[in-house]
């Protein structure tokens, strides 16, 4: 049973372009929304995360959308560069007390020169 | 600043060995993770530490077992490595409720 179902499972974009990575999730338990980014052969470095009393989060290029009632969240990624190159996973968790996070399938981002 | 190291970084084993992946965390967090990472899957859990003494199975824990031997180190143990056991494994750590720190992975192959 996937908690966190994630699309596209690949992107190609063009430099400068806008980058979206799509994620719906069941539990409604779940409070904290993290996107991880990891680069070939390393593990997964925490890039932005969202709690739902906002809609939406901004850092620099990277923005998180939420829509609590849809249950759904996204990732847009502004001004795509080539070393944005990665592959993305949403993920989802519930305060228990420690982080016990449900993550998506992933999307590999190729960003073209 | 070493943050969560693991180790091996790769490993090959034959089926029905048995290995220990070793984790260690520097950031003086109370939980630790293990997750494995398999093409078109995302990251599972397979077993995690809320605080040091305690562990509890995941998503995946079968063919696992886990020992957290300190507040800094949380091993996991396959005691007879299955070709399904083909995977890259992560360690992870964190505080309550925000970040989790991953470390660079350890590749394993069963043959």
């Known amino acids: 049973q996937q908690q966190v179902k994630q699309s596209p499972q690949s992107l190609i974009v063009q430099k400068g372009g806008i980058s979206i990575i799509n994620c719906a999730y069941e539990n409604t338990a779940f409070d904290y929304f993290p996107w991880y980014q990891q680069f070939p052969g390393k593990g997964p470095a925490l890039l932005i995360a969202?709690?739902?009393?906002?809609s939406e989060k901004k850092e620099g290029r990277f923005t998180i959308s939420f829509n609590k009632s849809a249950k759904q969240f996204s990732l847009h990624i502004m001004d795509s560069q080539p070393g944005d190159s990665a592959t993305y996973f949403c993920?989802?968790?519930?305060?228990?007390?420690?982080?016990?996070?449900?993550f998506g399938t992933g999307t590999r981002l190729l960003v073209s020169p | 600043n070493a943050g969560v190291t693991q180790t091996p970084k790769f490993q090959v084993l034959k089926t029905g060995q048995s290995m220990t992946l070793q984790c260690a965390q520097d950031m003086n967090h109370n939980s630790m993770y293990w997750y494995r990472q398999d093409p078109g899957m995302g990251l599972r859990l397979i077993y995690y530490s809320a605080s040091e003494g305690t562990t509890d199975k995941g998503e995946v824990p079968n063919g696992y077992n886990v020992s957290r031997l300190n507040k800094r180190e949380f091993s996991l143990r396959l005691e007879s490595a299955a070709p399904s056991q083909t995977s890259v494994y992560f360690c992870?750590?964190?505080?309550?409720?925000?970040?989790?720190?991953f470390g660079q992975g350890t590749r394993l192959t069963v043959v």
């Open positions: 993920a989802a968790s519930k305060n228990t007390g420690f982080q016990k996070l449900v």
């Open positions: 992870a750590s964190g505080r309550a409720n925000t970040e989790a720190f």
């Open positions: 969202i709690r739902p009393d906002v």
